[in-house]
């Protein structure tokens, strides 16, 4: 039962937008005898910033988990922001410190970090290639500059956002190597697709997959399909792949340590998700 003392996560969109999260977290927290819940909470644009300061007056908020089109203009709304959010241009957690200020940070490329490093690859010092520069790759390359990598390049077929992106990360991290222009996947450790290319068989491949060497670890953000056609292209290489829905159920333990609640496993997540895709 939802009372004065249970901790409130309020997942704010535009009133069309399909909430999936509560479908995931309500039912962790049920199983592990957690007292919060995750309430979705459709919002107008226009009464984004105003309606956003008034869900931090309740006195058992937690916090909030953003989504589009919401998370860009999230930034100029808070006292503080992570570098994350800085490079991805985007927010996606907000909570509330003790002194009343609201930070907030980015979890969308966390979940990808997060998911290849727990499959043993470690980003310390590699090269990285970002195919997708939109608000998903954007996220990415934050979270794999803030993980250590030497170098990264970007490709867009929109050379304006690829250029931008480029720029923040050169603010933020001058440490690494920001490369724009091309999509070969030769000399890249990690090749990242965050485009919807190569979902379906038939479709047009992000990049030309016979570049890509077996040692290559490939990623991809599509989550309607489990193995894309371009990661079973990039397999029939002899690559390891990650599949977008490890994205998704690998942020969601970021978001609970972020929000001081008891974090759990992906594995766990999976087994208790009341979704389908």
Not at 84 to 96: E, I
Not at 191 to 198: C, D, E, F
Request: glycine share 10%; with cysteine.
């Amino acid at each position: 039962m939802i009372n004065g003392h249970t901790q409130l996560i309020a997942h704010i969109g535009y009133p069309t937008h399909s909430f999936k999260s509560p479908m995931i977290y309500n039912p962790y927290f049920d199983h592990a005898g957690i007292n919060a819940v995750v309430v979705p909470m459709g919002c107008q644009a226009e009464h984004y910033a105003e309606f956003l300061k008034s869900v931090f007056n309740l006195t058992n908020i937690c916090g909030a988990l953003i989504t589009m089109p919401h998370k860009v203009t999230t930034v100029g709304l808070l006292h503080e922001v992570t570098p994350t959010v800085r490079v991805a241009g985007a927010c996606n957690a907000v909570k509330r410190l003790a002194d009343g200020r609201l930070v907030g940070d980015m979890f969308d490329g966390a979940g990808f970090v997060r998911g290849v490093q727990g499959k043993g690859f470690d980003l310390t010092g590699k090269r990285v290639l970002v195919v997708g520069t939109g608000g998903v790759g954007c996220a990415i390359a934050a979270s794999l500059a803030g993980a250590g990598v030497a170098a990264i390049s970007l490709f867009d077929v929109h050379m304006e956002s690829c250029e931008a992106l480029a720029q923040r990360l050169k603010t933020h991290y001058p440490q690494i190597e920001v490369r724009t222009g091309s999509n070969d996947p030769a000399d890249h450790h990690l090749v990242v697709n965050a485009t919807p290319m190569g979902m379906n068989e038939g479709d047009p491949l992000p990049l030309d997959v016979s570049r890509l060497s077996p040692d290559t670890f490939v990623g991809e953000v599509v989550m309607k399909t489990e193995r894309t056609a371009f990661l079973q292209a990039a397999l029939s290489r002899g690559c390891r792949v990650q599949v977008g829905s490890d994205m998704l159920f690998e942020q969601i333990p970021a978001y609970l340590e972020y929000f001081g609640l008891p974090s759990t496993t992906p594995a766990e997540l999976r087994a208790l998700a009341q979704l389908s895709y």
